[in-house]
């Protein structure tokens, strides 16, 4: 036992987990603290907007989740100064576009959402400058140099955290906690420019020559990361569309607790996938790193929700206090949404690094099935998380079978 024990220890996917996970998970630790803090300053009503934002930028960004793994798949395979030109290059166009395109909708943005346009103006220049940091963090990924990842990730919440405070004690309430992921964001900018000093702009117009194999990589990769990262946060700007202040507010700490399991079992596959990418090229056995995987996720998951069966009030008073408590009955549901979520997830990472791009048709149904759903049934916010408990399922229950299909496939060939 004590052998196994220490196989498990050595074993590169807990190894390189490991980092990661400590890292992830304190810059999470931070987040929370920044939501506990910001939530009870600002109360329901105005952390209601704030969460709206964030959610905004959230759904972006994440959308932009494949990117991360296309760059970290080919930065072994090009030359690295190569790469980060034409990535850079791509990265300030994507964001100066996503800028153009925010300012000239925020108007009609900002009256769905029910935010002040100041507010939602602020996004314009946080997208310009948070699209080339989130390529640059993906390219340090790639490199292996996880700590100055990590380092990275902590410097941004740190930021947001000591800058939103100090702007919402000066009274600019959800606009002041805003400019503080702003100006935080343009911080994290410029530090990691400092980390890739080394690397300069080729002067060369196209600079990577293998332009067509990462667009055809790309595209089913683009629209399975953007469905599924839609199902993590487009309940939360529907329901600030659909449901009063303090119902969003209410919900948002909700969705806030909840994505506690999404983000303490995500390092897993973040490590996971490039694991198996490289194991299957390589026509290597790769199915003992996705049972460990499979069962260090589901051992993190049943962790949090015992904690959200058996003590959600205590969960949210700690976390936000009083003011949230009627929120309790929600937390356990949600947290059965996230943890369909979460291995659903696990599942389409492990397929996409086997190029299995099938899983993008499921991906995107059942995103579509999540908005539907909410669009028809929300007479409350019990009914919104049924909603997204029955997609996410829905995506578990077809990843599954298509999992036992491609394990009978395999058995078959040989």
Known sequence: MKNKIANLIKHPLFSGSALMILGSNLANFIAYLYHLIIGRMLGPVAYGELSSVISALALIFISLNFLSLIIVKFVSSAQKNSIYTFFTRQAFRVGVVLALIVLVLSPFFSNFLHISLATFLLIVPIL?????TFVYRSFLQGLLRFKEV???TNIDIVGRLVLGVIFVIFGFSSFGAVMGICLSS????????????????????????????????????FFATLATNSM?????????????AHEAGIYASISTLGRIIFYGAGPVGAVMFPMIAQKYSRGENYKKIFSLSALFTGGIILAVLFVYLFFPALSIRILFGEKFLEGSSLLFPFGIFMALFTFASLLVSYFLAK?????????VLSAILQVAGITFFHTSLQSVIKVSIFASAFLLVLLVLYLIYEVKKDREHK
């Open 128 to 132: 310009t400058f948070a699209v080339p």
């Open 150 to 152: 990590v380092v990275s």
């Open 186 to 221: 343009i911080l994290t900018f410029f530090f990691l420019r400092f980390l890739l000093k080394d690397y300069r702009l080729s002067r060369s117009k196209s600079p990577f020559s293998k332009i067509g194999n990462l667009i055809s990589y790309a595209k089913p990769l």
């Open 355 to 363: 190029d299995k791009t099938k899983v993008t048709f499921i991906t």
């Open 232 to 244: 993590f946060s487009t309940d939360v700007i529907l329901v600030k569309h659909y449901f009063n």
